[in-house]
């Protein structure tokens, strides 16, 4: 039998309440530290992430400046050359001078088409640096120094009317028109030129003075002057049909519109900008297949000052399943390269994973790497390739035992060929 008396029991009792809520705040202050660190230790990701952004935002815009930069002195040194051409030209050998002349041109014109590409990246850079907060709200404005259009053009008003009509959308009084804001663009018709004025009436309630207006419309160049069409045909004619910008210019300028070389290079490197997040979309549907082709070839590319031309490589990745799912969309996507480096179609198919149908060529031996992330790539042989070497050792010896081996490469074309027309499960 217990010897405590009743107001020892009691004082135990305390104790352990005691006790119990000693331990619950113990356990409190423990979780609160917990989250707290928790707090820290998340604060601290989100202020390096940031920092990381930052960082990767100023370098992406100190290159843009630079290349701008390294742009403008080479622009300003084939300009004196050009002048230099130029005051040559009614000298000896002019037509050697008139075709160097030409050479300066066209470098030109991808130089100022470059800076503007550069142009239009640094203003999307301060844009995502000024919604992330890690830059200032200032922008460098362009001030796009243009002629008015000629008297001479044919005009296309297109009205945009106001979202509420005549009824005012404040108060239910009517609406009445007191003036219109009026802004032009230039535009290509195939055959001629139009300045299609976009015309935004203004109304005022006779009841609260409130105004209501349709919003500008969007023009493909902030501020620009060319609209979608115009853009379209320059770069159609440089890039498909082979028409340097200059000569383009003086099309123009026999129609009446005065589009200086300069103008247009402006043009045309803020449409390659602003197709950019196409190509990076093609690119990425290429890569997602798991079978893909890649090749490349020589381009002859001006060299400025050199007189004479040098060789270049255009390469080229292929996505092409038609031939066992129709379903599924081909699309090429094309890079250009100074040279032949392997670094090339490496940095082109980073992040692909499955197999690659090329030719025996050194530059892609780093993707067959067994530790490349995010896996190496698959090589895959070229049949016709492997064929042409057979059919060289057969045209310099019928006899030879190289001919069994082409039977058998025409042997699997033919089951290729029937293979195509079965379901899957009869293919395998």
């Known amino acids: 039998m217990s010897s405590d008396t009743p107001s020892d029991l009691s004082e135990i009792e305390l104790l352990r309440a005691q006790l119990r809520a000693a331990q619950a705040e113990v356990a409190a202050e423990k979780q609160a530290r917990e989250q707290a660190e928790a707090a820290v230790a998340k604060a601290q990701d989100e202020l390096d992430a940031e920092r990381s952004t930052h960082i990767a935002i100023v370098q992406e815009l100190k290159a843009a400046k630079e290349a701008i930069k390294r742009n403008t002195y080479l622009i300003q040194k084939l300009e004196e050359q050009l002048a230099r ?79 509420g009509g005549e009824t005012c959308g404040a108060c239910g009084g009517g609406m009445r028109h007191f003036g219109e804001d009026v802004s032009e663009t230039l535009e290509y018709i195939p055959g001629r030129f139009v300045a299609v004025r976009h015309r935004r009436p203004k109304f005022s309630c006779d009841c609260c003075d409130t105004i209501d207006q349709a919003p500008a419309p969007n023009r493909v160049i902030p501020q620009g002057l060319p609209g979608p069409k115009l853009l379209a045909h320059v770069v159609v004619s440089k890039f498909g049909d082979h028409l340097p910008l200059y000569r383009q210019s003086l099309i123009y300028k026999r129609e009446g519109v005065d589009l200086s070389r300069s103008t247009l290079a402006d043009w045309v490197g803020q449409v390659a900008w602003l197709l950019q997040p196409l190509v990076d979309a093609l690119q990425a549907h290429v890569l997602e297949s798991y079978k893909v082709q890649g090749d ?88 016709a390739h492997a064929r042409r070497y057979l059919f060289n050792v057969y045209d310099k010896d019928r006899d030879s035992v190289v001919l069994q081996g082409i039977e058998m490469i025409k042997a699997l074309y033919e089951i290729e060929r029937q293979a195509k027309a079965k379901s899957l499960p009869e293919r395998l």
């Open 85 to 163: 051409l130029k005051r040559l030209k009614f000298g000896q050998s002019s037509e050697r001078v008139a075709g160097e002349a030409a050479q300066l041109t066209l470098s030109l014109e991808d130089l100022e088409a470059a800076n503007a590409f550069d142009a239009a990246l640094i203003r999307d850079i301060g844009k995502r640096a000024r919604e992330t907060g890690t830059g200032s709200s200032s922008e460098e404005k362009r001030k796009p120094k243009r002629r008015p259009l000629p008297d001479n053009l044919p005009r296309q008003d297109i009205i945009y009317p106001a979202p």
């Open 296 to 383: 490349d070839t020589t381009v002859k590319v001006l060299a400025p000052g050199a007189g004479k031309t040098k060789t270049g490589r255009l390469w080229v990745i292929v996505r092409d399943n038609r031939s066992w799912n129709p379903s599924d969309p081909p699309a090429a996507v094309f890079f250009y390269s100074p040279d032949r480096k392997g670094e090339h179609p490496v940095q082109q198919m980073k992040g692909f994973a499955g197999a690659l149908q090329a030719d025996a060529y050194g530059g892609y031996n780093r993707l067959y790497d067994l530790d490349r992330a995010p896996g190496p790539v698959m090589a895959v042989g070229c049949w």
